[in-house]
C-alpha cells in the first residue's frame, strides 16, 4: 500500500471511530442481576436448620460481621466507543415517572446502588447526540438490602412475597440501626474501666459501682469485656450527659429525604438513650415520632403492648410514608416489630426469621442468638392462630385495633393486583412539554403547528429520546412501547357507534419491523425514473426485542401494506414464526378510493373479519401515509369521531419530520373522498365505501362486532 493510500485509509478509519455510537457492554441486554452480596445470598438460601446451626458457628459469625456484613451488591453499568470524555448516564424502573440514577459519569462504568429488587430497569447512556439503550431485570430474591452511609444494618421491609402470591411493597418503610448514636448518658466501658483501676467506682457510684466492681473482678479485670454481658447491664449515669452524636452527613441526609423521600422516623429507642433530642436527625422536613420499645418477652408486657400500640398507629396513616424505623442496632426492638408487620402481611414465618437473622451480618457476637427471638415467640403462640399471619392479627387486635385497622394497613403495604402485573402493563410515554401542549391544541391550532417547521424539526426526531413508564391502574395512551420500531399505536380506546368503545388490545399501528429492500433510481421504457430494488429488508429489531414484542402484544396477524419491492427476500413475518404475514401493497390517501388502490383496501379490510387474525398490527414503512389510511377507514366504520380521527393521523408527526406529511393534499383529499359518499353519518358513509369495493353488510357488521365493546 502507497504511503498516501494509507494515509488515507487512517484518516477514514479515524472519522469512522468518532462517529461511531457509544456501545452498552454490560449488563448484557435483558439480564438479571444479583442485589445480594455472596455471603448474604448463601446465608438466605440455607433451610431453616442449616441457618440456625451455622448461627451458632464463632468464626461463620466473625466473618459474616467482618467479611460479607450487610451491604448489597451494585449493579456496574459498563460501555465503550464514547466520544466524550463525560456521558450522562440514567436508570429507570420501568412504570416509574423519574429515573433513579440520572448523572453526568466520567469513564467507561458506573456503580447503581439499592435498586429495588424483582424489577426491570432500562439503562441510557447519552454522548452528546448518540443516546445507548438497554435493559436489565433484577433477581427476585427478598430482602432489598441497602447500602446508606454511616447507617448499617438498613434494609426495606418490602419485596417479600406473601403466602396467596403477593408482596409486599418497596419503597415505603425501611428498618434500620440509629440515624444518629446513642446519647452518653451513662458511663463508657472505657470509662468504668479507668475508674475501677483507680479505685473509684464504689466511692463515687456506691452500692451499684460496688456491684459493677465486683462483677469486673469476677472477670479477671480484664480490658475488653463484652459491654453487652448480663453482669453489665447495670449502667452507671454520667455526670455530664452528652446528646447523641451524628452518623449523617449532608449528602446521606440528602438521599434518605429526596431519594427515598423519608416522611417519618419512628425512633424505639429510650429515653436514655435519646437523650437531648428534640427531632429526628433528618431534621424538621422528617416527623419524630418517638416511641419506646421493648423486644422479644418485653413485647407480651404492658409497657412493651403500650409500645407497639404507639408505633403500630403511625403505619394506619398514609400520609407518614414512607418511614424509617429503628432502635440503635435495628436488631431486637426494630426485629420484633418488623416481625409482627411482615406477619401481617402475610410473609411466610421462614422468611420472617431470615429477616430477623440477616442481623447477624451486623453482629458477630453470640449475645445476637435464637435464644432471644424464642422469648418473644413463645408469647405469640399464647395467641389464637394456626398460622403466624392469623396470631399476628390476634396480638394486634389484643391491642385494641380493629379488622379495618388491619385491612388498611394491608391497603397501603400489599402491592395491588395492578402492581403484580407491572411486567405485563403496557408502557405510555412520558411526553415533553411540546408534545403535551399539540395533545391539548384546538383542531385548527393544530394544523398551523403542523407548517411550524423547526417545531416538526424537533418532535420529529426525537421520537426515540421519548421516555416510557408503566401505565397505572386506569390509566391508557394510545401509544404503545415496541423497541425498535417507532411510531406504535393502539387503534382501542376511542369512542365508537353506539356509545360502545373500539377494543384495546386488538388492532395496533406502526412504522416497519424491518427497513425495506434499498433501490436504486432506473428509467423504463417511458424514460420515466422509477426504482429497482435489490438485495434484501434487513432487521431493525434484535431477537430480544422482537421476544419481548410477542409478548407484550401477542400478535397473531402482521399486515405489511409496503410494496412487493420493499419487502424483497421477505419469507415471513420478521415477529417469527406463528405470525401470520399478509403483503398487501396498498395505496393512500385518494388513492384508496379508485382503481386498484380501492381493491387492495377491500382485501386490508377483510384480514379484520376473521377473528382468528387477532390481534393484529399493520404498518408501512413509516407508519404514516398507507397505514394511516387504513387507520382512518377503520377508525370510520366504527364510528370514531371526526376529531379522534384527526388526531390519530396527525399524532405520526411525533415521529416523522418531513414537512410533506401535511394536511394538504393527503388527510384533507382522503376525508373529502369518504365525504361523498352516501349518509348521515361518517359510519354510514364508511360503510358505503366499503360497500362499493365489495365488502358485504356481513363483513362489515363482523369488523363491528369484534372491534365495538
Given at each position: 500500500m502507497s504511503n498516501k493510500k494509507a494515509m488515507t485509509f487512517a484518516l477514514a478509519s479515524i472519522?469512522?471511530?468518532?462517529?461511531?455510537?457509544?456501545?452498552?457492554?454490560?449488563?448484557?441486554?435483558?439480564?438479571?442481576?444479583?442485589?445480594?452480596?455472596?455471603?448474604?445470598?448463601?446465608?438466605?438460601?440455607?433451610?431453616?436448620?442449616?441457618?440456625?446451626?451455622?448461627?451458632?458457628?464463632?468464626?461463620?459469625?466473625?466473618?459474616?460481621?467482618?467479611?460479607?456484613?450487610?451491604?448489597?451488591?451494585?449493579?456496574?453499568?459498563?460501555?465503550?466507543?464514547?466520544?466524550?470524555?463525560?456521558?450522562?448516564v440514567t436508570v429507570t424502573k420501568k412504570g416509574a415517572d423519574s429515573p433513579w440514577f440520572d448523572e453526568d459519569v466520567t469513564g467507561e462504568s458506573v456503580e447503581v446502588w439499592n435498586l429495588e429488587i424483582a424489577r426491570e430497569y432500562e439503562w441510557t447512556v447519552c454522548d452528546g447526540g448518540e443516546v445507548a439503550r438497554g435493559t436489565f431485570k433484577t433477581h427476585d430474591f427478598a430482602p432489598r438490602v441497602m447500602k446508606i452511609k454511616g447507617v448499617p444494618n438498613f434494609r426495606d421491609l418490602g419485596g417479600w412475597k406473601t403466602l396467596d402470591g403477593g408482596r409486599v411493597r418497596q419503597g415505603l418503610v425501611y428498618r434500620s440501626q440509629g440515624l444518629n448514636n446513642n446519647a452518653l448518658y451513662y458511663l463508657t466501658s472505657a470509662e468504668t474501666m479507668a475508674l475501677y483501676k483507680a479505685?473509684?467506682?464504689?466511692?463515687?457510684?456506691?452500692?451499684?459501682?460496688?456491684?459493677?466492681?465486683e462483677r469486673i473482678d469476677r472477670e479477671g479485670g480484664k480490658d475488653d469485656f463484652d459491654p453487652n454481658a448480663p453482669w453489665m447491664r447495670k449502667s452507671l449515669p454520667r455526670a455530664d450527659p452528652q446528646p447523641p452524636k451524628a452518623r449523617l452527613d449532608g449528602p446521606t441526609k440528602a438521599y434518605l429525604l429526596d431519594k427515598l423521600g423519608i416522611k417519618s422516623d419512628i425512633d424505639l429507642r429510650g429515653p436514655n438513650e435519646v437523650w437531648g433530642m428534640t427531632e429526628s436527625p433528618l431534621g424538621p422536613r422528617a416527623t419524630w415520632f418517638w416511641l419506646q420499645n421493648h423486644a422479644y418477652g418485653g413485647m407480651h408486657q404492658p409497657n412493651g403492648k403500650?409500645?407497639?400500640?404507639?408505633?403500630?398507629?403511625?403505619?394506619?396513616?398514609?400520609?407518614?410514608y414512607p418511614i424509617d424505623f429503628h432502635c440503635i442496632g435495628g436488631a431486637d426492638r426494630t426485629g420484633c416489630d418488623a416481625w409482627i408487620l411482615n406477619g401481617l402481611l402475610g410473609v411466610a414465618e421462614d422468611d420472617l426469621m431470615k429477616d430477623w437473622e440477616l442481623t447477624c451480618f451486623e453482629y458477630g457476637?453470640?449475645?445476637?442468638?435464637?435464644?432471644?427471638?424464642?422469648?418473644?415467640?413463645?408469647?405469640?403462640?399464647?395467641?389464637?392462630?394456626?398460622?403466624?399471619?392469623?396470631?399476628?392479627?390476634?396480638?394486634?387486635?389484643?391491642?385494641?385495633?380493629?379488622?379495618?385497622?388491619?385491612?388498611?394497613?394491608?391497603?397501603?403495604?400489599?402491592?395491588?393486583?395492578?402492581?403484580?402485573?407491572?411486567?405485563?402493563?403496557?408502557?405510555?410515554?412520558?411526553?415533553?412539554?411540546?408534545?403535551?401542549?399539540?395533545?391539548?391544541?384546538?383542531?385548527?391550532?393544530?394544523?398551523?403547528?403542523?407548517?411550524?417547521?423547526?417545531?416538526?424539526?424537533?418532535v420529529g426526531k426525537s421520537y426515540s429520546k421519548i421516555k416510557w413508564r408503566r401505565a397505572?391502574?386506569?390509566?391508557?395512551?394510545?401509544?404503545?412501547?415496541m423497541d425498535g420500531v417507532r411510531n406504535v399505536r393502539d387503534l382501542g380506546g376511542l369512542k365508537g357507534l353506539g356509545g360502545k368503545t373500539v377494543a384495546k388490545g386488538m388492532v395496533f399501528r406502526s412504522a416497519q419491523f424491518n427497513t425495506a429492500a434499498p433501490y436504486r433510481l432506473v428509467t423504463n421504457a417511458q424514460k420515466k425514473a422509477v426504482r429497482e430494488y435489490y438485495g434484501s429488508c434487513r432487521p431493525?429489531?434484535?431477537?430480544?426485542?422482537?421476544?419481548?414484542?410477542?409478548?407484550?402484544?401477542?400478535?397473531?396477524?402482521?399486515?405489511?401494506?409496503?410494496?412487493?419491492?420493499?419487502?424483497r427476500g421477505m419469507e415471513g413475518s420478521p415477529l417469527g414464526e406463528g405470525v401470520r404475514f399478509i403483503i398487501v401493497p396498498a395505496s393512500n390517501y385518494a388513492g384508496i378510493f379508485s382503481g386498484d388502490g380501492a381493491k387492495l383496501m377491500a382485501d386490508e379490510l377483510r384480514v379484520f373479519t376473521d377473528e382468528k387474525n387477532y390481534p393484529i398490527i399493520f404498518h408501512c414503512a413509516k407508519g404514516a401515509d398507507r397505514?394511516?389510511?387504513?387507520?382512518?377507514?377503520?377508525?370510520?366504520?366504527?364510528?370514531?369521531?371526526?376529531?379522534?380521527?384527526?388526531?390519530?393521523?396527525?399524532?405520526?408527526?411525533?415521529?416523522?419530520p418531513n414537512p410533506k406529511f401535511a394536511h394538504a393534499g393527503r388527510y384533507d383529499k382522503m376525508a373529502k373522498c369518504l365525504a361523498e359518499f352516501p349518509g348521515d353519518t361518517d359510519a354510514e358513509k364508511a360503510a358505503a365505501y366499503a360497500k362499493s369495493i365489495g365488502l358485504t353488510d356481513g363483513e362489515i357488521a363482523k369488523i363491528r362486532e369484534i372491534l365495538l365493546k
Amino acid at each position: 500500500m502507497s504511503n498516501k493510500k494509507a494515509m488515507t485509509f487512517a484518516l477514514a478509519s479515524i472519522a469512522a471511530l468518532s462517529l461511531s455510537a457509544v456501545t452498552l457492554v454490560s449488563p448484557k441486554e435483558g439480564k438479571t442481576m444479583c442485589l445480594l452480596n455472596d455471603g448474604n445470598k448463601a446465608f438466605l438460601s440455607m433451610d431453616a436448620a442449616a441457618r440456625r446451626k451455622i448461627f451458632t458457628d464463632k468464626d461463620w459469625r466473625r466473618e459474616a460481621a467482618t467479611k460479607w456484613r450487610s451491604v448489597p451488591k451494585p449493579v456496574t453499568l459498563k460501555w465503550t466507543d464514547a466520544k466524550n470524555e463525560k456521558v450522562h448516564v440514567t436508570v429507570t424502573k420501568k412504570g416509574a415517572d423519574s429515573p433513579w440514577f440520572d448523572e453526568d459519569v466520567t469513564g467507561e462504568s458506573v456503580e447503581v446502588w439499592n435498586l429495588e429488587i424483582a424489577r426491570e430497569y432500562e439503562w441510557t447512556v447519552c454522548d452528546g447526540g448518540e443516546v445507548a439503550r438497554g435493559t436489565f431485570k433484577t433477581h427476585d430474591f427478598a430482602p432489598r438490602v441497602m447500602k446508606i452511609k454511616g447507617v448499617p444494618n438498613f434494609r426495606d421491609l418490602g419485596g417479600w412475597k406473601t403466602l396467596d402470591g403477593g408482596r409486599v411493597r418497596q419503597g415505603l418503610v425501611y428498618r434500620s440501626q440509629g440515624l444518629n448514636n446513642n446519647a452518653l448518658y451513662y458511663l463508657t466501658s472505657a470509662e468504668t474501666m479507668a475508674l475501677y483501676k483507680a479505685g473509684k467506682l464504689e466511692e463515687l457510684y456506691g452500692k451499684d459501682g460496688k456491684e459493677i466492681k465486683e462483677r469486673i473482678d469476677r472477670e479477671g479485670g480484664k480490658d475488653d469485656f463484652d459491654p453487652n454481658a448480663p453482669w453489665m447491664r447495670k449502667s452507671l449515669p454520667r455526670a455530664d450527659p452528652q446528646p447523641p452524636k451524628a452518623r449523617l452527613d449532608g449528602p446521606t441526609k440528602a438521599y434518605l429525604l429526596d431519594k427515598l423521600g423519608i416522611k417519618s422516623d419512628i425512633d424505639l429507642r429510650g429515653p436514655n438513650e435519646v437523650w437531648g433530642m428534640t427531632e429526628s436527625p433528618l431534621g424538621p422536613r422528617a416527623t419524630w415520632f418517638w416511641l419506646q420499645n421493648h423486644a422479644y418477652g418485653g413485647m407480651h408486657q404492658p409497657n412493651g403492648k403500650e409500645g407497639f400500640t404507639k408505633v403500630f398507629k403511625v403505619f394506619l396513616d398514609e400520609k407518614n410514608y414512607p418511614i424509617d424505623f429503628h432502635c440503635i442496632g435495628g436488631a431486637d426492638r426494630t426485629g420484633c416489630d418488623a416481625w409482627i408487620l411482615n406477619g401481617l402481611l402475610g410473609v411466610a414465618e421462614d422468611d420472617l426469621m431470615k429477616d430477623w437473622e440477616l442481623t447477624c451480618f451486623e453482629y458477630g457476637s453470640q449475645a445476637f442468638g435464637h435464644h432471644r427471638i424464642a422469648h418473644f415467640l413463645k408469647g405469640l403462640e399464647e395467641y389464637p392462630g394456626s398460622t403466624m399471619k392469623e396470631k399476628c392479627e390476634s396480638y394486634v387486635k389484643a391491642l385494641g385495633f380493629t379488622d379495618d385497622d388491619i385491612a388498611k394497613f394491608r391497603s397501603i403495604m400489599l402491592e395491588s393486583a395492578a402492581d403484580q402485573l407491572a411486567e405485563s402493563a403496557p408502557e405510555v410515554p412520558v411526553f415533553d412539554d411540546a408534545r403535551k401542549e399539540f395533545l391539548e391544541m384546538t383542531p385548527a391550532e393544530r394544523r398551523a403547528k403542523f407548517t411550524d417547521a423547526k417545531w416538526r424539526e424537533r418532535v420529529g426526531k426525537s421520537y426515540s429520546k421519548i421516555k416510557w413508564r408503566r401505565a397505572r391502574e386506569g390509566e391508557s395512551s394510545r401509544w404503545r412501547r415496541m423497541d425498535g420500531v417507532r411510531n406504535v399505536r393502539d387503534l382501542g380506546g376511542l369512542k365508537g357507534l353506539g356509545g360502545k368503545t373500539v377494543a384495546k388490545g386488538m388492532v395496533f399501528r406502526s412504522a416497519q419491523f424491518n427497513t425495506a429492500a434499498p433501490y436504486r433510481l432506473v428509467t423504463n421504457a417511458q424514460k420515466k425514473a422509477v426504482r429497482e430494488y435489490y438485495g434484501s429488508c434487513r432487521p431493525t429489531m434484535t431477537p430480544e426485542q422482537v421476544a419481548a414484542a410477542r409478548k407484550a402484544f401477542g400478535m397473531k396477524t402482521d399486515l405489511d401494506l409496503r410494496g412487493t419491492g420493499q419487502c424483497r427476500g421477505m419469507e415471513g413475518s420478521p415477529l417469527g414464526e406463528g405470525v401470520r404475514f399478509i403483503i398487501v401493497p396498498a395505496s393512500n390517501y385518494a388513492g384508496i378510493f379508485s382503481g386498484d388502490g380501492a381493491k387492495l383496501m377491500a382485501d386490508e379490510l377483510r384480514v379484520f373479519t376473521d377473528e382468528k387474525n387477532y390481534p393484529i398490527i399493520f404498518h408501512c414503512a413509516k407508519g404514516a401515509d398507507r397505514t394511516g389510511s387504513l387507520a382512518f377507514i377503520l377508525h370510520s366504520l366504527l364510528g370514531v369521531s371526526a376529531e379522534d380521527r384527526l388526531l390519530d393521523w396527525e399524532l405520526t408527526a411525533f415521529s416523522n419530520p418531513n414537512p410533506k406529511f401535511a394536511h394538504a393534499g393527503r388527510y384533507d383529499k382522503m376525508a373529502k373522498c369518504l365525504a361523498e359518499f352516501p349518509g348521515d353519518t361518517d359510519a354510514e358513509k364508511a360503510a358505503a365505501y366499503a360497500k362499493s369495493i365489495g365488502l358485504t353488510d356481513g363483513e362489515i357488521a363482523k369488523i363491528r362486532e369484534i372491534l365495538l365493546k
